[in-house]
């Protein structure tokens, strides 16, 4: 459905989506400098003109890579990353959930930032893919660390919450909920929403709203 | 206990604690659209599960739409895909959808209010960001992922931690020629674009309560480009009266006994907030981008402060101390879910009365529903936009978001009324966006570069 064809070298893709309980993150780093990365930047609205996600691995920072040849994404050092290291406010404006689906369909587990817009961070967590916050001075040194070092693996322990590259070791957080959740494999809240359906049907027929006035 | 509205609201639907300390709350108004849905239905189907309260579900499209013309079916095949893969979805799960060919089709986040479905203390969901739009008649209303309108679908529930509350304060009279968009640009950029991360955004003082439901819902819409999800006001008789005879409205006597629990949930007086912050209206002018993101801006006087952002500065094409004002424009856009009400077209008509449109500029008016358009059409609006070069479109989205035909073409810069001036939001990845008022888009349609609206209306009757 977004067979839009792609002006880039195609991207890893079609790797299997996360699945069950998730307490460990660990590949290569991709670096990628700068604060307030929108996620018009990370997955550009036309290819958003789909009725599925499929394919939209292809298409992760299309029009940043277009206009830059030395992007980070373009940089065949990191190919086949699996842990995307950004700066503030990673994922700020639009809701779409299109981005972290793009990102995690290119092979990305984990995302390393100094910090993250809520929406984007929840989408992220809702197919399986934390988002932890460390601080400027972790994040800067572990982007340089894989800038002048790409092979080396970098592993993220959820439950701790510490990320580790070769002799560098830092402590990052991760919201507590979103790290039980992916600890426990239930990440993906439906089903725990319908546990106690009774209980929904006790709060719609108590507002007055649906009550009636 | 005195207690915020942002609390009162969130108690009223809170359906328990989940394992994971998260709240599971109930979501009283699910509004969809065709761009963040299909994929939501199709999980729902490979699970065989169910939408639980049809009834509290609304769709329409405005994303893909084109606004020049919408008959069926269009001639992009895959809006028509798009469409009719909502059509479907909500047909076979009874889901009221106001198609392009409905009298009340429009953005989405001007129809909620328009239509009187949204009401004070609510709970609103929508996978779009600018849902915070609602939290102007007092709602609790946020924007939301594919998987999270899957989850509102199956459970009408969403797992969410609770929000601080930052209160804020505007105060004082409002300058001639400087309009909502600029209060919240102001406050934008003084707050920063992470600045409400964490936070809803209680909007007040004497300002606001001077405003009309339309300029609240221009604040309220932009909470998110300052990084707060939910922004809101607190209902009170200006949102009764705006909320008073609207299809979904509480109809006849009961509409009297609604107004009671409204007030009733608005924020105490004596509420402790997280954090407050306060403005005076007097001191914020005309206000606009020149950066890539809504925090980078200035008042049109000013030059672009000292210190920018060089990445910033190099894709806007603009030099470090460098004035806005005297830009030469290519295209002049009013409409959005920021900018596209009645008022907002109004107050560009009375700019534009008697005036025409730069040659090189292409300008467009793009209603934000079909019922705004009607009732500028019933005014005459549409012929003074026509009569001064504007194209006078239907309703959509249009070129807030490179979605549908209207686009920007190379480097082309646009003084647009939308909220968003990311690089390539506005369908060309090198194209540029000035955000600004619809007022001032007007001004600069007609002088063909930024100028200072206040010069204009200078020769306007107020």
């Known amino acids: 459905m977004t067979d839009q064809p792609s002006a880039l070298s195609p991207q890893p893709s079609g790797s299997p989506q996360p699945s069950g309980a998730i307490s460990h993150v660990s590949g290569r780093g991709l670096p990628l400098r700068g604060d307030d990365i929108d996620t018009d930047r990370v997955m550009p609205a036309r290819f958003l003109r789909s009725v599925s996600f499929e394919g939209l691995e292809r298409h992760v920072f299309e029009d940043d890579r277009l206009a830059n040849p030395a992007h980070p994404f373009n940089d065949a050092r990191f190919n086949g990353a699996s842990i995307l290291i950004v700066n503030g406010n990673f994922g700020c404006g639009s809701s779409r959930e299109h981005a972290p689906q793009g990102l995690v369909r290119a092979g990305f587990r984990a995302i390393v930032g100094e910090s993250f817009s809520e929406i984007f961070q929840g989408n992220a967590a809702m197919i399986g893919m934390p988002c932890f916050a460390a601080s400027h001075e972790a994040i800067d040194t572990l982007q340089a660390l894989v800038e002048t070092t790409p092979d080396v693996v970098i592993a993220a322990d959820v439950a701790s919450a510490v990320i580790t590259a070769g002799a560098l070791r830092r402590t990052a957080t991760l919201p507590p909920a979103l790290r039980d959740g992916f600890l426990s494999g239930q990440w993906n809240p439906t089903l725990m929403l319908l546990d106690h359906f009774d209980e929904v049907r006790a709060v719609a027929a108590r507002l007055p709203y649906i009550r009636g006035f | ?462």
């Open chain 2, 1 to 462: 206990m005195a207690d915020t509205l942002f609390h009162k609201v969130w108690n009223a639907h809170a359906v328990r604690t989940l394992p994971s300390g998260q709240t599971q709350l109930f979501v009283g108004l699910h509004l969809v659209h065709e761009v963040t849905t299909p994929q939501a239905f199709d999980m729902m189907r490979q699970h065989g599960w169910k939408v639980a309260f049809p009834g509290r579900t609304f769709a329409t499209v405005d994303h893909i739409v084109p606004t020049s013309t919408q008959r069926r079916p269009f001639l992009d095949l895959m809006a028509e895909e798009m469409t009719t893969a909502l059509e479907r979805n909500c047909r076979e799960a009874g889901i009221r959808l106001w198609a392009p060919d409905s009298d009340n089709q429009g953005i989405v986040h001007v129809i909620g209010p328009e239509l009187g479905l949204t009401q004070p203390g609510m709970t609103i969901a929508c996978g779009d960001s600018h849902t915070s739009t609602h939290g102007a008649l007092g709602a609790i209303s946020f924007g939301i992922g594919t998987s999270q309108v899957r989850d509102v679908l199956t459970s009408q529930c969403l797992a969410l931690d609770p929000l601080k509350v930052r209160r804020i304060d505007v105060t004082g009279q409002l300058h001639r020629g400087v309009y909502a968009k600029d209060v919240i640009l102001t406050i934008i950029r003084r707050l920063g674009v992470q600045g409400g991360v964490g936070f809803a955004y209680e909007y007040g003082g004497a300002t606001l309560d001077a405003m009309t439901i339309d300029e609240r819902m221009t604040i309220c819409n932009m909470s998110i480009e300052g990084g707060a999800r939910i922004g809101y006001v607190n209902p009170d008789d200006t949102t009764f009266a705006y909320l008073r005879g609207r299809p979904f409205a509480p109809p006849g006597d009961a509409f009297d006994r609604a107004v009671a629990w409204w007030r009733q949930m608005a924020s105490d007086k004596a509420a402790r907030y997280d954090d407050r912050v306060a403005f005076d209206a007097a001191a914020i002018e005309p206000t606009v981008t020149w950066g890539i993101n809504p925090g980078q801006s200035v008042a049109v006087s000013e030059p672009i402060d000292a210190s920018p952002d060089d990445e910033a500065l190099a894709f806007m094409g603009f030099e470090p101390g460098a004035r806005v004002q005297g830009t030469r424009i290519d295209v002049a856009f009013i409409g959005s879910c920021t900018n596209g009400r009645l008022s907002d077209l109004e107050e560009a008509a009375r700019i534009v009365r008697g005036h025409h449109v730069a040659k090189h500029v292409k300008a467009l008016v793009v209603p934000g529903s079909r019922a705004v358009k009607r009732a500028a059409e019933a005014r005459g609006l549409h012929e003074v936009f026509i009569e001064a070069g504007f194209e006078w479109r239907g309703a959509g989205c249009s070129m807030c978001l490179g979605m549908n035909p209207d686009r920007l073409e190379g480097r082309q810069i646009s003084a647009s009324s939308s909220n968003r001036n990311f690089k390539g939001r506005q369908g060309s990845p090198t194209g540029r966006t000035l955000l600004m008022s619809p007022a001032m888009v007007a001004a600069a349609a007609i002088a063909g570069e930024v100028v200072d609206v206040r010069e204009m209306l200078k020769g306007v009757p107020a």
